[in-house]
């Protein structure tokens, strides 16, 4: 069984991971908040008290200032992170202008969500690392889950390439990785199992804790309720699931 | 064979134990962690018809249709145990989660 903790932190972990977000609306705090629960060190920075009040407790520093005052986020100590993301919504001039301070500052990674196809465009040209449109991947998603109800997650990891999270199609349920002959039947990849194990809590009450094993070994069995993670190319995939 | 077994001996359980909630409740939650979830759903059914006030039976019961790939089942369990005790955090905690899915 493999579990693994994304920020690190663990004594194998090496150092925590260190991040900033701007913008603390809905995308930024959603953000902000996986990254902490994940153990990471976050700077949630908004011109808003009153947003950074709400979400105090979740990060582990909220900062009120300007962050297009290249002196204010240097003292905020951004230059300091692994990555930056920008999540100011609608306010596209202030985006532009802070990512280009960021990448003055020599930040290593600046990500930066868009809200408009001439928005997306500039960030390219002024050096955005990474560019997110929330709203056009996820209706991206939710259009293929409608299509393909039994893929329940996709990242493109190159054009034509996928990595999916899915059930397990019926032919290779209660059979082996090795008997199911993904690779050499279909030419893809499951490189991961997500498995529910019932557990009791503290209370002596009934609960579900999910299970990870990243590379699964040959003799796993795949079982009905099992999520698999599966790399391939798109056609091959698709041809897998049928 | 095995499998056979495992039935008759969970039976022969239920029918000791069919006229006690908690043994019902405690049996269910034995037939859960041994991923025996059908039997689990028996079990805390059993418990809630001899005690329908029973929150953590319905709480129990919920869990076990998850486990069952039942998200409307399990979430009608939840709502209840909730009616029966608005407190019931894990339980609210449970309907949230199946909210977001």
Known sequence: ?????????SPRG?????FAVIGAGRFGASVAKTLSEQGCDVILIDNNAERLRALDDLVTQAIELDATDEKALAAAGIAEVDAVVLALGRRMEESILITMLLKE????????????????KILTRIGADRIVFPEREMGVKVANSLINPTILDYIEVAPGYNIIETRPPEDIVGKSLEESKARSRYGVDIIALKRMKPVL???GDSRLEEEVTIVPHAHEVINENDTIIVIGREDLLAEFRR | MAAGKNKAQFSAKMSRASKEPAALLALGKSAFLSECYAEAVEAYTRCIALDPRNAAAYYNLGVAWQALGKPREANRAFVKALEIDPKHKAAQHALNLLAAY
Do not use: N, R
């Open chain 1, 14 to 18: 090496g150092p925590v991971k260190q």
């Open chain 1, 1 to 9: 069984m493999v579990y693994f903790s994304p920020c690190g932190g």
């Open chain 1, 105 to 120: 500052m020599g930040i290593k990674q600046v990500i930066v969500k868009a809200t408009s196809e001439a928005h997306y």
């Open chain 1, 201 to 203: 809590d503290a209370a």
